[in-house]
């Protein structure tokens, strides 16, 4: 069946310096996705979100980049800090139903 | 604190035993979705519910079940349990019965012994 998966399950990064998180998904239908931070012990944390119509959505020090061409979603961390250490999970909808969420990246920031 | 009230954090029992859940949404949200995670595994999709009917049915196995009250709180009821049980259980509550992000709980860890 279709699914969202991740590319890298681990990702180690200096403090100060970008990372990029990448997510691909095969249900080409989807038109809503979102990253979620996990931290250790707690539930998953919203992070952005961005809709099918959309190839670039920009939070705070966070971008999402999505390529339906590869269908392909990106979440870029700038000047990453040690705080942004956790699990980084893409999930994805299609017309608000069915919510997947891919097997998630640990993103390990070093001092 | 999201708004959406896990209880109890922590649960340990034997196997062959039931348990029960509990989730109380964030006020004014009508869905509720229970999510089991394995141990580095994936969030796996178990069931939700909208304003107490039954909406959506994932992985969740038969000697699994749940429900939402008319106060919107929920319940997660596993039975039988077997060591593979052993998980983190989310739940998490949206406004509505769609599934355009929701927010979730800070989950009971379920050690089945």
């Known amino acids: 069946g279709e699914s969202v998966g991740l590319h890298l399950p681990t990702l180690s990064v200096q403090e100060g310096d970008n990372s990029i998180i990448n997510c691909a998904y095969s249900?080409?239908?989807?038109?809503?996705f979102i990253w979620y931070k996990q931290e250790s012990g707690k539930g998953p944390q919203f992070i952005i979100d961005i809709r099918s119509n959309m190839d670039k959505r920009q939070g705070q020090r966070v971008t999402v980049l999505l390529n339906k061409t590869v269908k392909h979603l990106s979440l870029q961390i700038a000047a990453t800090q040690p705080g942004d250490s956790a699990v980084y999970f893409c999930?994805?909808?299609?017309?608000?139903?069915?919510?997947?969420f891919g097997a998630g990246t640990r993103l390990t920031v070093k001092p | 604190d999201s708004g959406v009230t896990q209880t109890p954090k922590h649960l340990i029992t034997a196997t062959g035993q039931r348990v029960t859940l509990r989730c109380s949404p964030r006020s004014g949200d009508l869905s509720v979705y229970w999510y089991q995670q394995s141990l580095d595994q994936g969030l796996q999709f178990l069931i939700q519910y909208y304003n107490g009917e039954e909406r959506a049915k994932g992985n969740i196995l038969e000697r699994f079940s749940a429900q939402q009250f008319p106060d919107l709180h929920s319940e997660l009821n596993l039975s039988s349990l077997e060591l593979g049980d052993s998980a983190l259980y989310f739940c998490?509550?949206?406004?509505?019965?769609?599934?355009?992000?929701?927010?979730f709980g800070s989950g009971t860890r379920l050690t089945v012994v």
């Open positions: 998490a509550s949206s406004a509505i019965q769609l599934n355009y992000g929701y927010t």
């Open positions: 249900n080409s239908a989807s038109d809503y």
């Open positions: 999930a994805e909808s299609t017309s608000g139903r069915d919510m997947r």
